[in-house]
C-alpha cells in the first residue's frame, strides 16, 4: 500500500475541517437562538396553536370582508371573546375558592376537626356514629399532633395560592403578546412555515410527514379529548351553581382535568361531592339540601359523564390514534414547562416527537429508505 504523501494528508485534514467547523457553527447559532427566544418559546408555540386552530373562521371572515387587516382584527377580538375572557373569569374565581378552601380548612384544623360537622337528630344511630367519630378525630388529631403538622404545612398552601394569584396578570399579559404575534401569522403564516420549513435540517419525506401528523394530532387532542374534557367541566360548574355545591368552579376545573382519564373519568368528583350534598342533608335533617345531593347525582350520572360519548362520536372521525396516556402525560409535563398553555401544547408536541423518533428509526430500519432521495 503506497504511503500518503504530506500534501495528501493535509487534504484530508483539510476537507475534515471544512465539515467539522460548519457544522460546530451551526450548533454554536443554533444554541444561541434558542437562548434568546427561550422567554418567548412558549408564546410563540402557543400564537402558532391558536392561528391553526382558528384559521378556518379567519378565512370566512376573509371571505366576507375584503380588507385584511380588519379581518384578521376581527379574529383576534373573537379568539379574546372566546379564549381571553373566560380565563381571566375563571382564573380568579378559581384563586378566591381556592382560598375559601383555605380558610375553611385550616379553621377547621385550628379547631382541631376534619370534618367541621356535626349531626343535630340526636335519635339517629348514624348521627352518633358521625359525631363520634368527629369526637375522635378531635382528640386523634391532638394526641397524635397530626393537626401541628398540618398547620406548619398551611403556610405553603397559601404561598402556593398567592403565587397564583400574581401569576394571573402576566399570563393576561403573555395572551395579549400571544394574539399581537398571531396577528402576524394570520398575515404571513405560509410565507413563514415554507422559511421554516426550508432552513430544517430534515428530509422533505419527514417533514410532509410531521406536518400530517400535527394536523391529525392538533385536531384529536385539542377537540376530541381537551375540548371535549373542558366541555364536562364547564356542565360540572353549571350542576355545582345549580345544587348548591361549595366551590363549584374550583371542582369544575379538578372535573375537567380527571375526564382526561378513562378509567377515573369525572365520577371521581361528582359522586363524593352529591354523597356530601345528601350526608349533610340527613345530618341536618335539611330535606332540600338532601333532594339536592341527589338531584346531582342524578345529573352527574346522566349528563356530566355521559355527554363525553356524544361529543366523541359528533367529533371525531378517527383522525389520529392518540392513547390516553400520552394525553396525560403531555398534559402534566406540559404545564410544568410552559405554564397554563402547556394544557394544549404538551399533548401535542410529545406525539410529534414520538412520530418523529418512528420516522428516524425507520429510516435507519430500511436501508433502501437510507439512501431515496427526498
Known amino acids: ?5 504530506v500534501s495528501e494528508v493535509e487534504g484530508i485534514l483539510d476537507n475534515q475541517y471544512e465539515k467539522i467547523v460548519p457544522f460546530v457553527l451551526f450548533l454554536l447559532v443554533l444554541f444561541l437562538f434558542l437562548k434568546i427566544l427561550e ?6 408555540l402557543s400564537s402558532i396553536l391558536i392561528t391553526y386552530l382558528f384559521y378556518p373562521l379567519y378565512k370566512k371572515v376573509r371571505g ?18 372566546i379564549l381571553l375572557i373566560p380565563f381571566i373569569y375563571v382564573a380568579f374565581e378559581v384563586t378566591q375558592q381556592g382560598f375559601e378552601f383555605y380558610n375553611s380548612f385550616s379553621s377547621n384544623i385550628a379547631k382541631g376537626a ?9 335519635d339517629s344511630k348514624i348521627c352518633s356514629l358521625v359525631n363520634t367519630i368527629e369526637k375522635v378525630s378531635v382528640e386523634r388529631l391532638s394526641k397524635t399532633g397530626f393537626d401541628k403538622q398540618i398547620q406548619k404545612r398551611l403556610p405553603r398552601l397559601e404561598e402556593i395560592l398567592t403565587d397564583y394569584l400574581l401569576k394571573i396578570p402576566l399570563a393576561i399579559l403573555n395572551g395579549g403578546f400571544i394574539l399581537f404575534i398571531s396577528y402576524f401569522l394570520f398575515q404571513d403564516g405560509e410565507k413563514i412555515i415554507q422559511k421554516i420549513v426550508g432552513w430544517l435540517p430534515i428530509r422533505k419525506k419527514t417533514v410532509q410527514k410531521l406536518m400530517d401528523q400535527f394536523e391529525k394530532i392538533t385536531y384529536t387532542v385539542v377537540f376530541g379529548q381537551l375540548f371535549v374534557a373542558l366541555a364536562q367541566g364547564f356542565v360540572a360548574v353549571i350542576g355545582f351553581y345549580i345544587f348548591g355545591v361549595p366551590l363549584p368552579i374550583f371542582l369544575g376545573v379538578i372535573t375537567a382535568f ?3 382519564i378513562p378509567a377515573v373519568g369525572t365520577a371521581i368528583i361528582w359522586v363524593p361531592a352529591s354523597l356530601y350534598m345528601v350526608l349533610i342533608g340527613y345530618l341536618t335533617n335539611d330535606p332540600v339540601i338532601l333532594s339536592k345531593g341527589i338531584g346531582l347525582f342524578v345529573y352527574g350520572a346522566l349528563i356530566i359523564s355521559t355527554m363525553d360519548n356524544i361529543l366523541r362520536v359528533k367529533i371525531i372521525q ?11 402525560a403531555g398534559v402534566i409535563g406540559g404545564v410544568k414547562l410552559f405554564g397554563v398553555m402547556g394544557l394544549f401544547l404538551g399533548p401535542i408536541i410529545l406525539p410529534l416527537l414520538i412520530t418523529y423518533f418512528e420516522t428516524f428509526k425507520e429510516r435507519f430500519d430500511d436501508s433502501g429508505d437510507v439512501d431515496a432521495p427526498d
Open 1 to 5: 500500500m503506497a504511503k500518503k504523501t
Open 39 to 44: 422567554p418567548m418559546i412558549t408564546i410563540f
Open 64 to 81: 366576507r370582508i375584503h380588507n385584511r387587516s380588519v379581518s384578521i382584527i376581527l379574529t383576534i377580538l373573537v379568539i379574546a371573546i
Open 114 to 122: 376534619l370534618f367541621g360537622f356535626g349531626c343535630t337528630s340526636a
Open 258 to 260: 380527571f375526564a382526561l
Open 318 to 328: 378517527a383522525k389520529a390514534d392518540v392513547h390516553p396516556i400520552i394525553v396525560i
